[in-house]
């Protein structure tokens, strides 16, 4: 489907649909789904668990094995939903990468977030950290960007169509 196959970060703060669109977008694609969540180690999901946001520190060892899978995943493409807050973790996720990655920003309000987050079972990110998430937030420059407001399948479809122009 594309030139080039590429790695395609689905970004955002939590609550943003980013498990949703980046399924939907993997099947689109032909491209494995991989949840950043999945890699955190088990440090990282105690610690938001009890209300702690994570530091640069511990998400560190959880970029960079992401990245890992990335490289995995270069020739072949793969979607990766990854929070990607900051422009130094978007560096780490892209090392080694050249152009065959691509970060997917989807962007929503903290009111409409926070209501996602209030519907939202079983997942071990707390409500309470997510003015934490928006406090860290560096919005991408270089991003194909979309709101959160948009139905994950409209999203979907105006992705693809970005990535085949």
């Known amino acids: 489907m594309l030139k080039n196959n590429k790695v395609l970060v689905v970004m955002g703060v939590s609550g943003t649909g980013k498990t949703t669109v980046g399924k ?92 996602r987050l209030e519907n939202r079972k079983g997942h071990f990110m707390p409500l309470e950290l997510l003015q934490s998430q928006f406090d860290t937030l560096e919005p991408p420059l270089k991003a194909l960007t979309y709101s959160v407001e948009d139905e994950p399948s409209k999203i979907v479809g105006e992705i693809v169509k970005q990535l085949k122009q």
């Open 24 to 115: 939907l977008l993997s099947e689109k694609m032909g491209y494995p789904f991989f949840d950043g969540d999945d890699y955190h180690p088990e440090e990282n999901i105690k610690k938001m668990k009890t209300g702690s946001p994570l530091d640069d520190n511990d998400r560190k060892g959880w970029l960079i094995r992401l990245n890992q899978l990335a490289l995995e995943h270069k020739k072949s493409g793969a979607v990766i939903a990854c929070s990607a807050l900051k422009k130094n973790y978007r560096g780490l996720l892209r090392a080694g990468l050249g152009s065959n990655i691509r970060f997917i920003y989807l962007n929503g309000s903290f009111e409409l977030i926070k209501s």
